[in-house]
């Protein structure tokens, strides 16, 4: 399969991976935009992640001048899943050495950009080159609500974390990154883990091209939440410490309780109910630190493997 393709058309300068669910308006706009910025020798490999009502027809690239391909999903699977789908087909398939680019086809992650991102792709020593949002048009309170989970994240991780999927990477971090079964659980977290040379470059977001977003709070708190999946090995140890800590200031309380009570230093009724109360925390707490310890375990010993993205695919249309 692979070497059909790559004998049937010349070698792109640039792919670009976007998944895309019910937004065909908006990704024919997008693709129009990146020939006009890109160049004609950028392919595309657009994921319909499973589309009913407005499926992604392979004539939206090939409109815009582009060469490419739509790879269309048997199920919605979900953004990162699409976007992981969509790196290990560029990874098997397409045998080239140009730069792999990942945005969102909505208007938001801007093609005119891209020149950014890859500038400084081939200046830094980097194999990764992450958006990190200059100017974000949204409300206050999600602005409030991704400062809070910004300061969740690295306070249960030990990591930050201020990109999200916009982003260029060279072949090195391609094939990593497809190789990791986390990847299509939080795509911007598996950079992260892989321990890749990624860098940031300030760049501004865009306003959608047309239609609303489907993403409501509580999609954008499961997204949260995946993020920390990634990393539950070092959430669970920190957990674990904090818990151990408050079991032994809870201890060091009981020793203090008894003490006062044996030189008569205390009110009728306070030990009881102070050394209550902390013997409740105490074995409370140790009991959460056991089960956090228990649980890292089993983390440890199970080795995910990236599952074959062939299965996701219903079918390929090339444009």
Request: positive net charge; glycine residues 8%.
């Amino acid at each position: 399969m692979s070497e059909t393709l790559t004998s049937s058309r010349s070698q792109p300068t640039l792919v670009v991976v976007t998944p895309v669910f019910e937004d065909t308006e908006s990704a024919t706009i997008m693709f129009a935009q990146l020939a006009a910025t890109c160049g004609p020798s950028t392919f595309v490999v657009a994921v319909d992640d499973g589309s009913v009502r407005t499926p992604l027809p392979a004539a939206a690239i090939a409109a815009a001048g582009l060469a490419g391909v739509v790879l269309q999903l048997r199920r919605n699977v979900g953004h990162q899943r699409a976007i992981a789908t969509g790196l290990g087909y560029v990874a098997d398939v397409l045998r080239t050495s140009a730069p792999t680019v990942v945005m969102d086809c909505d208007g938001e992650d801007v093609p005119s950009t891209i020149a950014a991102l890859l500038a400084a792709l081939e200046v830094a020593d980097a194999d990764i080159v992450v958006a990190q949002r200059r100017s974000r048009i949204e409300t206050v309170r999600f602005k409030s609500f991704y400062l809070i989970y910004k300061l969740l994240f690295r306070l249960l991780t030990g990591r930050a974390i201020s990109f999200g999927n916009f982003m260029a990477m060279n072949r090195v971090a391609l094939n990593r990154l497809s190789a990791m079964a986390e990847l299509g659980t939080h795509v911007a977290g598996t950079v992260l883990l892989s321990r890749l040379r990624w860098k940031t470059c300030p760049i501004d977001r865009g306003s959608r091209y047309a239609g609303a977003s489907k993403m409501n709070f509580v999609g954008l708190a499961l997204h949260g939440f995946k993020g920390l999946m990634i990393f539950a090995e070092d959430v669970l140890v920190r957990v674990g410490a904090a818990c151990a800590f408050v079991a032994s200031l809870s201890l060091l309380g009981v020793v203090t309780a008894v003490a006062l009570k044996s030189i008569d230093y205390a009110t009728p009724g306070w030990f009881s109910v102070a050394l209550g109360i902390l013997l409740l925390v105490f074995l409370q707490t140790g009991a959460i630190t056991l089960m956090t310890l228990m649980l890292t375990g089993v983390v440890r010993s199970v080795s995910p493997l990236s599952p074959d993205y062939r299965l996701l695919i219903e079918r390929i249309l090339e444009a």
